[in-house]
């Protein structure tokens, strides 16, 4: 299935979904915003995990200047510009402004102000501690009693209780797709499609894991293997099809479209016990230790996941793997660290490539040499 | 800049705080290894539990040494002996005694003072990029990183204050890789003063204190907060006092660039108090007075016709010419950067209110209404100055690579627009001095609407 088609059926999805009577709520697709209270107060939490190009960035600049995040431009360019594949932005009746970073405030500000769509707060400590967990409950629970005045009742915890299992059983289903040895394109395609709809797509997850697994399909001998870090490759973007074809083939996805998303899950012990279900949301906040939003061990998080998953791929593979740091232009916590975590990556005898880019067409041609001068050089 | 020396002579005080402020070295391996004191890296005006701690704060590029003119080295090696009051009245002697060459000396001493800053502040930023700091991002963060690779490797600590932009704070997360030997003391703001986020915050300021206590051996009591909370008090005050009853007023003790250029120093010394609270509060209070007393005599310039610009922000790098260029337009330039972000409100000292509370209370109230935690709230404190210093055209610095404030400059328009009906104009800043022509064009067709 194809992007455009893709977003055509989604579309339909939507119309349905509002035609039942759901509110729709989106927001910058980034890895701490708790769906579960969402979907207990049924709402369709629709996370914008859409890339760009040259005409949704230009739109944007109305409102930022152009030096601001590439994706965070697209974002507004959707909605100023609504390309006919993205009609079902018109079906949005809220939007989270968060913290992320500082990009996602502003866009999510601008777009819930320019385009006429009612805001939620949902602010995001920046350190990971006692105090910062304690906050993290105080803004759930600031979002849910918001929740509850929109919908006029209670989200009892029997509900919240339900859908964290929900999704906690969508995100075990989705972790299996790192055990498929299939092209990282598809893999991408399964998970995109996967987050986008949340877990009504976990019967077709299901059955899309089962296929591949009895039926894998080919991916050339002579590809090379990379670990696919920073930002996340959105749907519509075309960075795995450069990859691939430059010779390479993604095996991990360590982004907010991947392993950052459904890493984040919580053992059925844990569920099953009594604790009041917004302590499961924390928790489930406190073990996202490879989200770029947080400091001051991001850093050392980030490299000790890909260490690890570099020497275990080595001794099963018996060869090097690859590791590509995408950065999405004036991308901050991405690109701020970009260097250090080469430096110290490659003091480890792990290559990496820090591939800076935006949405334009004219660095096709650029990022296409560099992925092979790469890929050659492994 | 002459002309700015000639005046700054009259305010001993700012000589004395462009000397501490030059002169930081000496002072800082002073106390570092003669007295053993702990050395503190501050950025932003987060000092106070540094010095509340018994440290040494220091925002880092201070640490450097910088070619202070030949004769402010004179002036303070002979402040030593006679005293900065004495050595200033007999500069202003000499001066209306119409002896050129000691003018002449007056006025480079100034301009290099201003000169030396900036041309190390663009040094710093050459240093970041060269060690990998991405040219995409602001000019202040590239400087921070400059320093810290420079000198970061002098301090004992690093005091961390997280804030919205989270560039910031990513680069506060880069100090430990950039030198693996400062320990890093954290203090977290949460984003909204939601339920019991005070509390929070409390917490993450006594146990930044445990920290520091760690770091010096020694206990910090409510007391110690409350005495530097006082004489942080006394320094705002006065910093207040100079910005509304002084440079909101119709009638300058000096001329409008001169005084801009007093500004800006104190924007740039206050984030440290020059590594020392009461020899920074005596200067502030002094330089007040002085200030006070030349316009009750009458000496200065009636800038009454002169229409009020306020520029900003600044404090993460701006074009220094900007308020020349606006005074040679026929305009006076206004800085109030750290009023603006609510950074100068006083911090209540009595002995019944625990004092680390109120400190919460004071971030936590910079950060809600100064710094504002999304572009609404931003731009409305970019409104209530401009009001309150009843300006009569806004400039707005847009950093290049900044995403956090130049980003609200859309927003900030239509609010100017709607609400205060003054013109406004936003002017792209990468480099100190890299486009100052094209500045000067900006401000010069901003500055037709006022005539």
Not at chain 1, 20 to 43: K, S, T
Not at chain 2, 296 to 325: A, L, Q
């Amino acid at each position: 299935m194809d992007d455009l088609s893709l977003l055509s059926d989604f579309s339909q999805f939507i119309k349905e979904k509002k035609l039942e009577g759901v509110r729709i709520v989106a927001y910058l697709a980034h890895d701490n915003i708790p769906e579960e209270l969402f979907d207990a107060a049924d709402f369709f939490p629709l996370r914008l995990m859409f890339g760009g190009n040259d005409d949704l960035m230009d739109a944007s600049h109305n409102f930022l200047p152009p030096s601001t995040c590439a994706f965070a431009q697209s974002c507004i360019g959707l909605f100023s510009t609504k390309p006919n594949e993205f009609q079902f932005l018109d079906k949005i009746d809220y939007f989270i402004v968060s913290n992320h970073c500082v990009s996602d405030v502003c866009v999510s500000e601008i777009i819930s102000k320019n385009f006429n769509i009612s805001r939620l707060n949902f602010y995001v400590p920046y350190t990971k501690n006692e105090n910062s967990l304690k906050y993290f409950k105080l803004e759930l629970q600031d979002l849910r009693s918001k929740l509850e005045d929109i919908i006029g009742a209670k989200i009892s915890d029997e509900k919240l209780l339900k859908s964290i299992n929900k999704y906690n059983q969508f995100k075990k289903s989705l972790l299996k797709i790192n055990e498929l040895e299939i092209s990282g394109s598809e893999k991408l395609r399964v998970i995109q499609k996967a987050m986008l709809y949340g877990p009504e797509f976990l019967p077709e997850l299901d059955t899309i894991i089962q296929n591949f697994k009895h039926n894998p399909p080919s991916i050339s001998e002579i590809s090379k293997d990379v670990l696919f870090t920073g930002c996340s490759i959105f749907i519509n973007d075309n960075m795995v099809d450069l990859i691939e074809e430059g010779g390479g083939n993604i095996v991990f996805f360590d982004t907010w479209i991947g392993n950052h998303y459904y890493s984040q899950i919580l053992d059925d012990e844990t569920i099953k016990t009594d604790q009041d279900p917004l302590d499961l949301l924390v928790l489930k906040f406190e073990n996202n230790i490879y989200g770029d939003h947080s400091v001051p061990n991001f850093l050392e998080h980030k490299i000790g996941l890909i260490e690890k998953f570099y020497q275990e791929y080595k001794e099963k593979k018996g060869k090097k793997l690859g590791v590509i740091n995408h950065i999405i232009k004036f991308c901050d916590h991405i690109s701020l660290m970009s260097s250090f975590l080469k430096d110290r990556l490659q003091e480890k005898g792990i290559q990496v490539l820090n591939l800076e880019r935006d949405y334009s067409r004219a660095n096709r041609g650029q990022l296409s040499t560099r992925i092979e001068a790469y890929l050659e050089m492994m | 800049m002459s002309l700015i020396a000639d005046e700054i002579i009259q305010f001993s005080s700012v000589l004395r705080m462009a000397y501490n402020l030059l002169a930081g070295r000496t002072y800082l391996k002073r106390k570092k290894l003669r007295e053993k004191e702990k050395l503190v890296a501050v950025t932003l005006p987060f000092s106070d539990l540094a010095f509340a701690a018994k440290t040494i704060p220091v925002f880092p590029i201070r640490m450097h040494q910088f070619e202070i003119n030949q004769y402010l080295t004179y002036l303070g090696s002979a402040s030593s002996i006679f005293g900065w009051n004495n050595v200033s009245s007999f500069l202003g002697f000499i001066k209306n005694l119409g002896i050129k060459e000691i003018s002449k000396i007056v006025d480079e001493i100034i301009e290099d003072v201003i000169e030396v800053i900036n041309l190390k502040y663009n040094e710093m930023y050459d240093i970041g990029i060269e060690n990998g700091i991405s040219s995409d991002f602001c000019y202040g963060l590239k400087s921070l990183v400059g320093m810290h690779v420079s000198k970061g490797s002098n301090v004992d600590a690093c005091l961390n204050v997280t804030i919205r932009c989270s560039a910031y704070n990513k680069y506060l997360e880069s100090l430990k890789a950039i030198n693996q030997g400062p320990k890093q003391i954290w203090v977290d703001i949460p984003p909204r003063n939601i339920g019991n986020a005070i509390e929070l915050l409390t917490d993450n300021i006594a146990n930044a204190l445990n920290e520091f206590e760690k770091l010096t051996g020694k206990n910090v009591t409510d007391n110690d907060l409350r005495e530097h909370f006082k004489i942080g008090n006394q320094v705002k005050r006065a910093y207040k006092n100079i910005i509304y009853d002084i440079s909101a007023s119709d009638f300058y003790p000096c001329n409008p660039a001169t005084f801009s250029e007093i500004m800006a120093l104190l924007s740039i010394t206050f984030q440290d108090y020059n590594s020392n609270a009461i020899r920074y509060r005596d200067n502030i209070v002094s330089l007040e007075k002085e200030m006070r007393e030349r316009i009750r005599k009458g000496i200065g310039m009636d800038v009454s016709n002169m229409p009020r610009i306020f520029v900003t922000p600044m404090f993460g790098g701006w074009e220094p010419k900007s308020h020349e260029i606006l005074y040679e337009l026929g305009g006076r330039a206004l800085y109030a950067d750290w009023e603006l972000l609510k950074l100068l409100e006083e911090i209540p000292t009595s002995n019944h209110l625990n004092p680390a509370e109120e400190y919460a209370r004071f971030l936590m109230n910079a950060t809600e209404t100064g710094i504002g935690c999304d572009n609404d709230k931003l731009t409305d404190s970019y409104l209530r100055m401009a009001k309150n210093l009843n300006a009569d055209g806004l400039i707005f610095f847009q950093l290049f690579g900044c995403h956090s404030i130049s980003n609200c400059y859309t927003m900030l328009r239509e609010k100017v627009r709607r609400e205060l009906e003054i013109p406004t104009t936003a002017i792209t800043f990468n480099k100190i001095g890299e486009n100052v022509e094209q500045v000067k064009t900006r401000l010069g067709a901003f500055m037709e609407m006022f005539k």
